[in-house]
């Protein structure tokens, strides 16, 4: 089977480009110097040229709060073009799966935990990430139009955060766990006495390996078909503070930890209630401290070679 990943030189994508070359199908990566996903014309080319059995959305621009609340516009915009895009070419060309990769934002800030499927749209969102979350919720949305106009097999998955090897590690743009790596590895290098973090470190949050996620998809892709997006969740949580602290113990900074209290915390708790997924036979392996000390050390070697984005 011919499988098209958009993302696949990604943190997502390349984990599941590994997956899916593993148990036997061809895989056809798109990045940005392959083609852009903005361009409509360019990806029905593209898409058209390849004609996949199956496509897996793991192209966005994302980022941190700090990048969310900088530049929604760009959030925004960017990632509907990119999925709309997508979505129209594999219409268009007749791809019979299609598999978009949601977000765990696109749930209401003060939602009932651990959170269901059902609560999307229950509530108000989280502020500092309301545009990348509404682009999320709209690719959703229009999974399930497909699906209601054309009869097609495309489905949408709702991953929890998410780390591993290939993530983005530049400060203005990088999620929570990359952030803390580079930060940590740079001040125990440069032997800088402390370490300043946004918030108050109380929010608890959910962590998962890529690789897990990667197993996911593939699952999904062979036994799940539903308009219902569907969580894929650890269903473990842990504190900021505790995660920076664990972080640093891995590292081996041994420097003070301050927190801004002036920086916003985000949602104080979001963990994902992911029962239909385990239904389906999958349960993620890999530990948080196995994945961040791996993680760790894939980060040193690939920096050590000047592949990383940071």
């Given at each position: 089977m011919t499988v098209i990943v958009a993302g696949s030189s990604g943190l997502v994508g390349s984990?599941?480009?590994?997956?899916?070359?593993?148990?036997?199908?061809?895989?056809v990566g798109i990045n940005r110097s392959v083609v852009d996903l903005k361009d409509k014309k360019t990806t029905l080319d593209f898409i058209g040229s390849v004609k996949p059995v199956l496509i897996v959305d793991a192209a966005a621009k994302v980022g941190g709060i700090g990048a969310n609340n900088k530049f929604p516009v760009e959030f925004l915009s960017e990632n509907l073009a990119i999925q709309g895009n997508l979505m129209s070419a594999a219409y268009e060309v007749g791809v019979e799966k299609f598999i978009f990769l949601g977000s765990s934002c696109i749930y209401p800030r003060n939602c009932?935990?651990?959170?269901?499927?059902?609560?999307?749209?229950?509530?108000?969102l989280e502020p500092s990430s309301s545009a990348y979350?509404?682009?999320?919720?709209?690719?959703?949305?229009?999974?399930?139009?497909?699906?209601?106009?054309?009869?097609?097999?495309?489905?949408?998955?709702?991953?929890?955060?998410l780390y591993g090897p290939n993530d983005n590690f530049k400060q203005?743009?990088?999620?929570?766990?990359?952030?803390?790596i580079r930060r940590f590895i740079d001040a125990e290098k440069d032997n800088i006495p402390s370490v300043y973090m946004w918030g108050s470190g109380s929010p608890l949050r959910e962590f998962m390996h890529v690789d897990d996620l990667a197993k996911a998809v593939l699952i999904a892709h062979e036994s799940y078909d539903s308009d219902l997006h569907l969580n894929i969740g650890t269903g473990q949580e842990i504190?900021?503070?505790?995660?920076?602290?664990?972080?640093?113990?891995?590292?081996?900074?041994?420097?003070?930890?301050?927190?801004?209290?002036e920086k916003p915390d985000g949602n104080q708790r979001k963990v994902l209630e992911a029962s239909r997924v385990k239904a389906l036979g999958w349960n993620p392996t890999i530990t948080l401290p196995e994945?961040?000390?791996?993680?760790?050390?894939?980060?040193?070697e690939a920096s050590a070679r000047g592949d990383v984005r940071k």
């Open positions: 984990a599941i480009t590994k997956v899916f070359e593993s148990h036997g199908h061809k895989v009932m935990q651990p959170i269901k499927e059902e609560c999307l749209m229950s509530g108000p979350a509404l682009a999320k919720i709209a690719g959703i949305e229009l999974v399930n139009s497909y699906r209601k106009q054309f009869g097609l097999h495309w489905i949408s998955l709702i991953p929890a955060n203005d743009e990088s999620h929570v766990i990359p952030a803390l504190s900021i503070k505790r995660l920076a602290e664990l972080i640093a113990e891995i590292v081996g900074y041994r420097g003070l930890i301050e927190w801004d209290h994945g961040i000390a791996s993680t760790i050390a894939w980060y040193k």
